[in-house]
Every structure is written in C-alpha cells, then in structure tokens.
C-alpha cells in the first residue's frame, strides 16, 4: 500500500466515523439524559437521507434542500418527544423497545407510500464537485472533505454546548439528577424535547449530507443503527466523548478492514465490540 | 379449589382438541397452525428470559435462524438427513453460541443489554448475508424433510403435512411443560428471584452470573428447536430469518400475550400470526394489505402504551388468576 | 481471648477524591456484639458495604476466618458465612414470606441446581427457611406476600433472610430504622438472642438499643475509627464527648 493510497483510506475512514458521530452523538444523548432506548434514531437518518433526496430534485440544488430539510426534522423531533416519547420516560426498557421498534415499522411504510421503494441518486453540490489529484491516478473528492470539515465544526459546536453553555450546564445537570433540576425551577420537560429534537436532527442532517455518497434506499437506517449501538456500547453510554472516540476506532476499523481483510471486513465491529465487552464492560468513557 | 382444577386442566383440552384439528384436511390452516406452534415454542424461550429472568434480549432470532442454518448445512442436498441427530446437532450449535454470546451480553446490564444482543444477532446477519458459507442472501434450500426411523422404520413421513403439525405440537406441548417443571424447581426459582431483586440474589448468596448464563443458554437452545422446525417447514433458510425485524416480532409476540406466564406466549403467537394474516390479506384489504406494517406498527405502539401485561393481564383482569400463577403455590 | 472471626487492617475506601472509610481497623468476635456508631456519613453503611462485599476497598485487608477476602464478590462472601441485612429493606416484594426465607436456605445447599425436582421438595431447606422464620417471630405471616407486610415486619423478614443463609458473622445495618417502640423491643431481644452463637457488627442509632446490646462500641466521623472500646470507656471517652455528642447527654442511661 502506497502513501496516496493510505492517505485516501485514512481519509475515508475518518470521514466515515465522523458522520457515524453525528448519528451516535443524538443517540448516546437521548439515552444518557433521558434513559431512552431509541431503535428508530436510524429512521430519521433514512428520513434526512430521503428528504434531501426529494427536495433536492424539487429546488435543484441539495444546499436548499438541506437547509429546507433541518427545520422540518426539528419540528419532526419535537412533535414525537411530545406525542410519544414523553410517555416513555418512566416505563421500562422493554416498553421503550418496543413502542419505538413499532416506530420503525410505520416510517418504513411511510417511507414506501411518499417516496416509493426505488434507490435514488443525488447530485453533489456543483461548487464541490471536484476532485484533488494525489498521484497520477489518485485523487481524493472535495465532497467527502466538506463532509468531514462539516461534521467537525458541529462536534466542536455540541462540545461548547454541552460544557460552555448554560443549556449545557442544565442538560449535564439533568442527566446526574431529574428531581435536583426540576426544584431549581429549570422546566425539564423543555430540555428533553429540546435534547430528543437536537438528537433527532443531527441524525436526520447525517443522512442528508451522505445521500450524494451512499444514494438513497429502503431500509437504509437499519445498519446505521446497529453500527450506532456498537458505537454507543465501546464509547459509553451517555458520554459524547466516547462517542467520537468510538465513531472514529469503528469508521478507520471499517474502512481498512474493507482493504486489508475483505472477507471479515464486517466481523471487525462485532469482534472489538466484544473485546470492549470484557475488557471495559462500561465502555471507554462511561462510569463504572 | 374447583375452578383451579379445571384452569389447570385447560391446557390439556386445548392440546386435545388441537391433535384433532388435521380430522379438518385445511391445508391452509393447518400449515398457519404450524407456524403458530413453532412460534409459540420461540416465543416461550424468549419469556423465559424477559419474564423470568429479567433479561430483555433483542437479538433472539439469532438462535432462531442459527439451528435453520445448522440444519442447512448439515443436511446433504437432494438427500434426507435424520432428524434423530440434526435436531440436537442443531440444538446444541444454538446452546453453544447462547453460552458463547451470553458470557459476553451478561457483563451488562438494560439498555446496553438490549443493544449488546442486538448487535450480535446482527453480527450473524451479516456473517450469512455477506458469505457464501450460507448461500449468501439468498440462502440454502432444504429440499427433503428430516426423517424419522426406528432401524428400518419410517415413524411417519415429515412430508406428510400432519404428521409435521403433530410432531410440532408434540414439540410444543413438551417445550411448554419443561419450561414449567424448569421454572417450579429451585433453579426457576432462583431465576425468578434474580427477576425480581438481582442484588438481594447476590447478597444471599447466588452466584447470578451462573444463573443467568444458564438461562441464557437453555433459551437459545430452545429458540434453536423452534429454528430448526421453522426451517423444516419453510424448506428453505435465509439471512431474513436472523433478522432484527424477527427478533421484534417474537418480542411482541411475548408481551402480546403477556410475559411471565409462558401460557401467554402460546396466546401471543396466535394473535400475532392471525394478525399479521388478516393485515396483509388482500382480498380484505385490497392495496392496504400491501402496507400491512403500518397498521402493524401501529398496533405495537399501542400495545406498548395502552396494554403492558398483555392479553393474559386483561384476562387476569377481568376472570379469577389463574392457578398456574407461582405467587399462590 | 479467643480469635476474632473477622478483623480488618487499615481498611479505606475512596470515591475520586472524598475518602468514605479511612484506614479502618477492627476486630469481631463470635458471642460479641459490635455496635458502630457515627453522625450521618460518617461511613459506617459505607463499612458495611466493604465487609460484605457490595463495594471492592481501596486498600486494607479484611480478614475472615484467617483469609483475606478484600475484593471477593458479595455472593463469595455471603457462601464463606458472612450475612447482612440493609439498612433499606431490600426483600423480595411480590414473593411470600416462606418463599423469601426458602430463597435464601436455598442458597446454602449445592444440589439447589436441580432442574427438576419442585423446589418446595427439598425438606432440610424448609426446616432452615422455617427455623428462620420462627426466629424473626413471623411464622404466622408465612404465607402473606411480602409487600403486604407492615414495614416492622419488613425489616423481620430482613434478618429472617439473613439467618435463613446460616451465616457465623451477621452485619446488620440500622435493624431498628423506622421502627415502633415496641417493634424495637422485639427485634432488640431477637439479636440478644442471636448473640451466643454469632458475631454480629451492629449499625444503629437508637441508642437505647445500643446500649442493650453492645459488647463493644466504635465510634465513627468522617470516615475514621474516633474510640473503640467497650461501652463504659467509649462513655467515658473525652475525644467522643466532645466531638460527637457536642455536649448532648446521648449517653446516659
């Protein structure tokens, strides 16, 4: 394996655990914060993924469809906090289970009668597609580097949330102590839909800036989600931290698996999983 | 006193009348009847997991799909195999992988539990999905049934539908009273206590991990013989049959009928097959039916919300307990 | 004097950078009662949890029967003959009372493992569950679920549990919290009764109950061993008047 070569995977690699952050972060938060197991935090990636698609074909450019679509996931994110999600937060795991596999099954549906079952293509923004030549035959697209740039500026806007702002300060409070908020008078209510909307939005955002690379098709959110769970188990539940340490340990693990050992590529999550699983069975960076 | 003798006795009625139902010659619903049977016996392994042990697992059709594809392989093509050995054969590669995956899923505890077992159920997926061990996606066609001989004599032909159905509910009626003998012993008892107060468990004593690990394995044992039938009814295995979505519907067939009392898992398997019939019967729903995991989950949601005892807490509800209940032994 | 039945060595327990329990060491003796007591979070429940082994120690040693089992699991320890009752009930809700105490003689016999004999069919784990209920004074409420009990018969069934598993050493932690006057009675004559066979560490407050029952008495604050003694010199202690009872007559009679 060459430099340029090493230099394309490593690059692929990051950017893939980057976008797996974006997905795993609003995963690991609705569970640390709010005690939620959410299965259909993978729908809404299909979601954002399917919206950029169609609204990208409506107004021709992907740039709108996407800042069209981030509203539209939000407004999504809140309505289901209070409709259903809010009914969750005191029932056991099992009920959560199941009321948000059920979730899955009705997006899909959805999914199949608005957008039908077809795969679709979507266009790269025109400003970024371009490539930058490493070697004669090598180049690396421009496209995948705003990928990553972007999805850094928002982990490094989630880290100054959470620990510099006052909303940060009240959702790491909320996370150690429900009662201990609420008698300051901090209205938890409003920063669980407000969390479980952030969440929401950033997985649906991920889907939206990766349908250019991955297209778009039935079922998509599916292996998301479980990748998304093998992250949340290896960074520990609840820390954001983690998660990207844990995005980016599975995004370079993937993606040079692919290379080096084709065969097993897919095993490579489940194995470091499992050592994880008995080395650290709270994770990298969750307590103990 | 009375009532309970007759409660007691319904499962054996209800046994009765089902051995009798090939007198009927449906083969529609004798087929229907069949996978119900074989989802009942998954069904039950799971509760005794999430009703009994306190353990949500969300990766059981691993053990499922597993022994269908145990026999798969195992099965040389276009002959018959016995089933006098694939079937523990099968079994036994589920227990296998149930301690295997089970010492490792038993090191955590609620939500990371829930997603641990998924993950490895999904692993599975994927080892026969993106391999050519197991035919790939499209899977391995079992093209005989299993014999059953006794030296040089067929005990009744698999091939013949209701011979099938009544080895299954053979199979199911046993599953259902080992289950119970298993859960009035000591060692049911012990898990039913690490149910209710894991700590405590520890405190006194228990060596929980053990007991955990024990009930994990028998479960996926368990959820292997249901595998292995289903696979013999279909005559074909795929990597469908590891899927999530499988191990969603056996969940919802437990808390349907009502976890913790294993009777209700036989009920929720009815109800969730008929259902799932009715839904995506065309001629009543014409163009819906097509769509019928819509209308299906949304009835999961509902059940969630609205009915977390099940079927058998509404009947608990409304008619005396029945006499099967461990709190009143 | 004979050996104690379990000593510790400069036991301490650390959370990050607060220190619970610091370089604790006491010894126990079978026919004593040993009463710790302490202000709220001075470290005793914190004690506790180190010797029967619900918390791992930082450093120091615990030494049962001439083994260390610093670090052992809290299921080891209870199957070496260590029991404790805590300080919240911690029973089992939905079960019977016999059930409860069944559940926990079952846990001193290997063949418990068997799969199919009905559990009820084994007699010496009913005498034991039987023996334990007789003892706590709740047979009568054998067959009520255990949720339906008053909260005194609660913290029976507690210890009822406890010596179901036949421990040597009994760590019972506040038996007597929430207790009526005459429940306390009665759960008081329960431990003297208790006394000849058993090393009991008793955590408590009451201190009438304290001074019914100690042999002897430590007293704790923040986490260190204050005076340890018998009653009259912990009593006659100025460390202990002055910090601990800050003038209070706790301690007369």
Same mark, same amino acid.
């Given at each position: 394996?060459?430099?340029?070569?090493?230099?394309?995977?490593?690059?692929?690699?990051?950017?893939?655990?980057?976008?797996?952050?974006?997905?795993?972060?609003?995963?690991?938060?609705?569970?640390?914060?709010?005690?939620?197991?959410?299965?259909?935090?993978?729908?809404?990636?299909?979601?954002?993924?399917?919206?950029?698609?169609?609204?990208?074909?409506?107004?021709?450019?992907?740039?709108?469809?996407?800042?069209?679509?981030?509203?539209?996931?939000?407004?999504?994110?809140?309505?289901?906090?209070?409709?259903?999600?809010?009914?969750?937060?005191?029932?056991?795991?099992?009920?959560?289970?199941?009321?948000?596999?059920?979730?899955?099954?009705?997006?899909?549906?959805?999914?199949?009668?608005?957008?039908?079952?077809?795969?679709?293509?979507?266009?790269?923004?025109?400003?970024?597609?371009?490539?930058?030549?490493?070697?004669?035959?090598?180049?690396?697209?421009?496209?995948?580097?705003?990928?990553?740039?972007?999805?850094?500026?928002?982990?490094?806007?989630?880290?100054?949330?959470?620990?510099?702002?006052?909303?940060?300060?009240?959702?790491?409070?909320?996370?150690?102590?429900?009662?201990?908020?609420?008698?300051?008078?901090?209205?938890?209510?409003?920063?669980?839909?407000?969390?479980?909307?952030?969440?929401?939005?950033?997985?649906?955002?991920?889907?939206?800036?990766?349908?250019?690379?991955?297209?778009?098709?039935?079922?998509?959110?599916?292996?998301?989600?479980?990748?998304?769970?093998?992250?949340?188990?290896?960074?520990?539940?609840?820390?954001?931290?983690?998660?990207?340490?844990?995005?980016?340990?599975?995004?370079?693990?993937?993606?040079?698996?692919?290379?080096?050992?084709?065969?097993?590529?897919?095993?490579?999550?489940?194995?470091?999983?499992?050592?994880?699983?008995?080395?650290?069975?709270?994770?990298?960076?969750?307590? /103990? | 006193?009375?009532?309970?003798?007759?409660?007691?006795?319904?499962?054996?009625?209800?046994?009765?009348?089902?051995?009798?139902?090939?007198?009927?010659?449906?083969?529609?619903?004798?087929?229907?009847?069949?996978?119900?049977?074989?989802?009942?016996?998954?069904?039950?392994?799971?509760?005794?997991?999430?009703?009994?042990?306190?353990?949500?697992?969300?990766?059981?059709?691993?053990?499922?799909?597993?022994?269908?594809?145990?026999?798969?392989?195992?099965?040389?093509?276009?002959?018959?195999?016995?089933?006098?050995?694939?079937?523990?054969?099968?079994?036994?590669?589920?227990?296998?992988?149930?301690?295997?995956?089970?010492?490792?899923?038993?090191?955590?505890?609620?939500?990371?539990?829930?997603?641990?077992?998924?993950?490895?159920?999904?692993?599975?997926?994927?080892?026969?999905?993106?391999?050519?061990?197991?035919?790939?996606?499209?899977?391995?066609?079992?093209?005989?049934? *299993?014999?059953?001989?006794?030296?040089?004599?067929?005990?009744?032909?698999?091939?013949?539908?209701?011979?099938?159905?009544?080895?299954?509910?053979?199979?199911?009626?046993?599953?259902?009273?080992?289950?119970?003998?298993?859960?009035?012993?000591?060692?049911?008892?012990?898990?039913?206590?690490?149910?209710?107060?894991?700590?405590?468990?520890?405190?006194?004593?228990?060596?929980?991990?053990?007991?955990?690990?024990?009930?994990?394995?028998?479960?996926?044992?368990? /959820?292997?013989?249901?595998?292995?039938?289903?696979?013999?009814?279909?005559?074909?295995?795929? *990597?469908?049959?590891?899927?999530?979505?499988?191990?969603?519907?056996?969940?919802?067939?437990?808390?349907?009928?009502?976890?913790?009392?294993?009777?209700?898992?036989?009920?929720?398997?009815?109800?969730?097959?008929?259902?799932?019939?009715?839904?995506?019967?065309?001629?009543?729903?014409?163009?819906?039916?097509?769509?019928?995991?819509?209308?299906?989950?949304?009835?999961?949601?509902?059940?969630?919300?609205?009915?977390?005892?099940?079927?058998?807490?509404?009947?608990?509800?409304?008619?005396?307990? *029945?006499?099967?209940?461990?709190?009143?032994? | 004097?004979?050996?104690?039945?379990?000593?510790?060595?400069?036991?301490?327990?650390?959370?990050?950078?607060?220190?619970?329990?610091?370089?604790?060491?006491?010894?126990?003796?079978?026919?004593?009662?040993?009463?710790?007591?302490?202000?709220?979070?001075?470290?005793?429940?914190?004690?506790?949890?180190?010797?029967?082994?619900?918390?791992?120690?930082?450093?120091?040693?615990?030494?049962?029967?001439?083994?260390?089992?610093?670090?052992?699991?809290?299921?080891?320890?209870?199957?070496?003959?260590?029991?404790?009752?805590?300080?919240?009930?911690?029973?089992?809700?939905?079960?019977?009372?016999?059930?409860?105490?069944?559940?926990?003689?079952?846990?001193?016999?290997?063949?418990?493992?068997?799969?199919?004999?009905?559990?009820?069919?084994?007699?010496?784990?009913?005498?034991?569950?039987?023996?334990?209920?007789?003892?706590?004074?709740?047979?009568?409420?054998?067959?009520?679920?255990?949720?339906?009990?008053?909260?005194?018969?609660?913290?029976?069934?507690?210890?009822?549990?406890?010596?179901?598993?036949?421990?040597?050493?009994?760590?019972?932690?506040? *038996?007597?919290?929430?207790?009526?006057?005459?429940?306390?009675?009665?759960?008081?004559?329960?431990?003297?009764?208790?006394?000849?066979?058993?090393?009991?560490?008793?955590?408590?407050?009451?201190?009438?109950?304290?001074?019914?029952?100690?042999?002897?008495?430590?007293?704790?604050?923040?986490?260190?061993?204050?005076?340890?003694?018998?009653?009259?010199?912990?009593?006659?202690?100025?460390?202990?008047?002055?910090?601990?009872?800050?003038?209070?007559?706790?301690?007369?009679?």
């Amino acid at each position: 394996m060459d430099f340029a070569f090493f230099l394309i995977q490593l690059l692929n690699g990051l950017q893939y655990g980057l976008l797996l952050f974006l997905v795993a972060s609003g995963l690991t938060l609705i569970f640390g914060i709010m005690g939620i197991i959410n299965l259909a935090h993978g729908s809404f990636y299909m979601v954002g993924a399917y919206l950029a698609w169609s609204l990208s074909s409506m107004t021709g450019s992907l740039t709108a469809a996407i800042l069209l679509a981030i509203p539209l996931t939000v407004i999504l994110g809140m309505a289901l906090e209070r409709l259903l999600f809010r009914h969750l937060y005191q029932r056991d795991h099992l009920y959560q289970v199941l009321l948000t596999y059920g979730l899955i099954l009705v997006f899909e549906e959805l999914r199949s009668l608005i957008w039908g079952d077809d795969v679709h293509g979507v266009a790269v923004p025109a400003l970024l597609n371009a490539s930058i030549p490493l070697t004669d035959n090598l180049s690396y697209p421009v496209y995948r580097l705003a990928i990553s740039g972007v999805c850094l500026l928002l982990a490094a806007g989630l880290y100054f949330l959470i620990q510099k702002t006052r909303l940060g300060m009240m959702i790491r409070a909320g996370a150690s102590n429900r009662d201990m908020v609420q008698s300051l008078g901090i209205d938890i209510k409003l920063i669980y839909t407000l969390v479980f909307a952030l969440g929401i939005a950033l997985a649906a955002f991920a889907g939206m800036i990766n349908a250019p690379l991955s297209s778009v098709f039935p079922n998509m959110g599916g292996q998301v989600l479980i990748i998304c769970f093998v992250v949340v188990v290896i960074g520990g539940i609840g820390s954001v931290k983690g998660a990207m340490a844990a995005s980016l340990i599975i995004g370079l693990a993937e993606t040079f698996g692919q290379v080096l050992v084709p065969e097993v590529a897919g095993m490579i999550v489940y194995v470091l999983m499992a050592i994880v699983l008995v080395w650290r069975p709270e994770g990298l960076f969750g307590r /103990a | 006193m009375k009532n309970s003798r007759l409660i007691g006795f319904l499962p054996w009625l209800v046994v009765g009348l089902l051995a009798l139902f090939p007198l009927v010659e449906s083969t529609f619903y004798m087929q229907l009847l069949t996978k119900v049977l074989i989802m009942a016996i998954f069904a039950m392994s799971l509760d005794l997991l999430v009703g009994y042990t306190g353990l949500v697992s969300f990766g059981h059709a691993a053990y499922f799909g597993l022994a269908g594809y145990a026999l798969a392989l195992m099965a040389p093509k276009y002959e018959t195999v016995s089933l006098w050995w694939s079937l523990p054969a099968s079994i036994g590669v589920c227990a296998l992988f149930a301690l295997i995956t089970g010492t490792l899923v038993l090191r955590t505890r609620g939500i990371y539990f829930i997603m641990v077992t998924l993950a490895f159920s999904q692993m599975l997926f994927f080892i026969f999905h993106d391999t050519k061990l197991g035919g790939g996606s499209d899977g391995i066609y079992i093209y005989a049934k *299993p014999t059953m001989k006794l030296g040089e004599m067929e005990l009744g032909s698999l091939e013949k539908l209701e011979n099938f159905y009544w080895l299954v509910l053979l199979l199911t009626a046993g599953s259902y009273l080992l289950l119970r003998r298993i859960l009035g012993s000591s060692f049911g008892r012990a898990l039913l206590g690490i149910k209710v107060n894991e700590h405590r468990m520890r405190a006194l004593g228990f060596p929980v991990f053990k007991y955990q690990l024990a009930s994990f394995t028998l479960s996926g044992a368990l /959820a292997g013989l249901a595998g292995y039938m289903a696979a013999v009814q279909y005559g074909f295995v795929n *990597p469908e049959i590891l899927s999530w979505h499988q191990s969603g519907a056996v969940l919802m067939m437990v808390i349907l009928g009502g976890m913790g009392t294993l009777y209700g898992s036989v009920i929720g398997a009815f109800a969730f097959v008929l259902l799932q019939e009715v839904l995506s019967n065309q001629a009543w729903f014409g163009i819906a039916a097509k769509h019928w995991q819509l209308a299906m989950g949304i009835f999961i949601m509902l059940v969630a919300l609205y009915m977390p005892q099940g079927l058998a807490g509404l009947a608990q509800k409304f008619g005396r307990k *029945p006499a099967e209940e461990t709190s009143d032994e | 004097m004979n050996e104690p039945i379990l000593r510790t060595k400069a036991l301490t327990k650390r959370f990050g950078g607060l220190v619970a329990v610091s370089e604790v060491s006491l010894d126990l003796f079978v026919g004593e009662v040993h009463v710790v007591i302490g202000p709220n979070g001075a470290g005793k429940s914190t004690l506790t949890n180190l010797l029967s082994g619900d918390l791992p120690p930082t450093s120091g040693e615990v030494i049962f029967e001439g083994r260390n089992i610093a670090g052992c699991t809290s299921d080891h320890i209870s199957r070496l003959g260590i029991g404790r009752s805590y300080q919240k009930t911690n029973i089992f809700l939905p079960f019977t009372v016999f059930e409860n105490c069944r559940l926990a003689a079952q846990s001193r016999t290997p063949h418990a493992l068997s799969v199919f004999r009905p559990a009820e069919g084994y007699a010496e784990i009913n005498r034991l569950a039987e023996e334990a209920m007789a003892a706590a004074g709740l047979t009568h409420r054998a067959g009520r679920i255990a949720a339906t009990l008053s909260h005194g018969e609660q913290r029976q069934l507690e210890i009822a549990m406890c010596l179901a598993t036949q421990p040597r050493l009994l760590l019972l932690d506040e *038996p007597l919290a929430g207790m009526g006057p005459h429940e306390s009675q009665r759960m008081v004559e329960l431990i003297k009764g208790l006394t000849a066979d058993h090393a009991i560490m008793l955590i408590e407050h009451d201190m009438d109950a304290v001074f019914a029952l100690a042999h002897r008495l430590t007293v704790m604050v923040n986490g260190e061993v204050l005076e340890s003694g018998t009653p009259e010199e912990v009593r006659s202690s100025p460390a202990v008047q002055l910090a601990y009872l800050g003038g209070e007559e706790l301690l007369h009679e």
